[in-house]
């Protein structure tokens, strides 16, 4: 018969781990592994009875760690034991559980691939505030987005006013069907990447996180709106671009992310951006890739002079402005914003019409049909800040992009590197972002 503590131990027990069920968190230990406290006055601690191996003994304690395959009943029901608990798992502080994550250095740099430790967003620290929101929504204005990507799919937006596969414009926007986004290379409702560029994007800004799959994006909960103007080529039309701009704003985007750039001033372009301003969208924007000032060479759209827009340079796991591997990096895209030009040798830069420098280089990220590759530009750096953005739109909700916009651009981490090369001097900081910290390194 059970001893009247070993009850009380398991009906203490069960309340434990009902708590833990209420509060909706998911407690990891180590399978068959327990942590035993012996009663006072126990001398033989033999674990024969009960089917169990001694895996180590902490006597200043009173305490051991057992290994049993066949559930923690015996070790419960021995009148010799005080407590049993199991052997929980640890993380550091807003460490995600996916396999990848410490492949990613731009969110959390431990030297891990040769770089400066810390040179990162301190993005684990961040995450000790906020993982994201559903109720964020960040468009992903690029080549597409594999909405089936099982590190993406549970973040990607549904239009909630659109009833799919009716045949029916029923939000009356002009696009039919348009349950998940659009596609404006081939003005239909499928926004399929074709490329890659646009999936890498999203994944850096919204890859599920602490799912145990592959890698975790800045924020590990966000709606990402996949709306495709570059076609398989990484390119696309000024007509095209304009029109997802238009569709991101109209739809409440709060930020758009855009990874791409060239030609010319454009000032439909610049009405578009100023339009989604209007809106209250953020419009992140990448500073190029060819190593150049952008304020001596125009680069656009990152140099368009509007209240929303944040121009981004790209920095290595140094933290110093990054310079390119030529043909390194990945499958090139085309886009003049992919870090993959021929040619091209490092992140673009200005004293004025940059704003500051995320990571860049090496940066580990998804790719359609469930991949993840590496890509480098400031292609790369510009979803960082996106989903930066992210963060601090779910931590203020009733903020303004402007006042998002500020806090991102006044709690960077000030690099001697990076002034006088950008405008704040220094590289995007998620937790400062949040808490509104400022410092120098």
Not at 140 to 166: F, K, Q, R, S
Not at 179 to 186: A, K, L, Q
Not at 339 to 355: E, I, L, Q
Not at 364 to 387: D, I, R
Request: some cysteine.
């Amino acid at each position: 018969m059970k001893s009247r503590w070993s009850l009380l131990l398991i009906v203490l027990l069960g309340l434990v781990f009902s708590a833990q069920v209420q509060q909706g968190k998911k407690i990891e230990s180590v399978p068959g592994e327990f942590i035993v406290k012996w009663r006072p006055g126990v001398t033989d601690t033999s674990v024969s009875a009960m089917s169990a191996s001694t895996v180590a003994v902490f006597p200043e304690i009173g305490v051991a760690l057992l290994r049993q395959d066949v559930g923690i009943q015996a070790i419960q029901s021995d009148p010799r034991v005080e407590y049993v608990e199991p052997n929980y798992i640890y993380r550091a502080s807003g460490t995600p559980n996916d396999p990848r994550f410490n492949e990613l250095w731009g969110m959390n740099n431990t030297g891990q691939t040769g770089g400066a430790t810390d040179a990162d967003i301190d993005a684990p620290e961040a995450w000790d505030t906020q993982t994201g929101s559903e109720s964020t929504l960040i468009a992903v204005i690029d080549t597409g987005v594999d909405y089936n990507h099982p590190d993406l799919a549970a973040n990607i937006w549904t239009n909630p006013t659109e009833i799919p596969n009716n045949g029916i414009d029923d939000d009356n926007n002009n696009y039919i069907d348009d349950t998940r986004g659009w596609d404006f290379v081939n003005d239909d409702n499928d926004p399929f990447d074709d490329n890659l560029h646009g999936t890498h994007v999203a994944g850096t800004i919204g890859a599920v996180g602490n799912n145990g799959v592959g890698v975790a994006g800045v924020n590990w909960r966000v709606k990402i709106m996949p709306l495709k103007f570059l076609g398989s080529d990484g390119s696309g039309t000024l007509a095209d671009a304009i029109s997802a701009i238009l569709y991101a704003a109209n739809n409440e985007a709060q930020v758009m992310n855009n990874s791409w750039g060239g030609g010319g001033f454009s000032q439909a372009l610049l009405d578009a951006i100023e339009y989604a301003d209007s809106k209250g969208a953020l419009f992140v924007a990448a500073a190029g890739n060819d190593g150049t000032d952008n304020d001596q060479s125009a680069n656009y759209p990152s140099n368009y002079d509007a209240p929303n827009v944040i121009a981004v340079a790209a920095i290595d796991h140094t933290g110093n402005l990054a310079v390119w591997d030529l043909g390194g990096g990945g499958g090139g895209c085309g886009c003049q914003g992919c870090g993959n030009v021929v040619g091209a040798p490092g992140s673009n830069f200005g004293a004025t019409m940059v704003d500051l420098a995320a990571p860049g280089k090496k940066i580990l990220s998804t790719t359609p049909n469930n991949g993840y590759t590496e890509l480098q530009g400031t292609s790369m750096a510009t979803p960082h800040v996106a989903g930066v953005a992210g963060l601090v739109f779910s931590q203020f909700p009733g903020w303004t992009h402007v006042q998002v916009k500020e806090r991102l651009l006044s709690t960077v981490d000030v690099s001697p590197g990076l002034q006088g090369k950008m405008v704040t001097g220094g590289r995007l900081n998620a937790q400062r972002a949040l808490s509104g910290t400022t410092a120098a390194d």
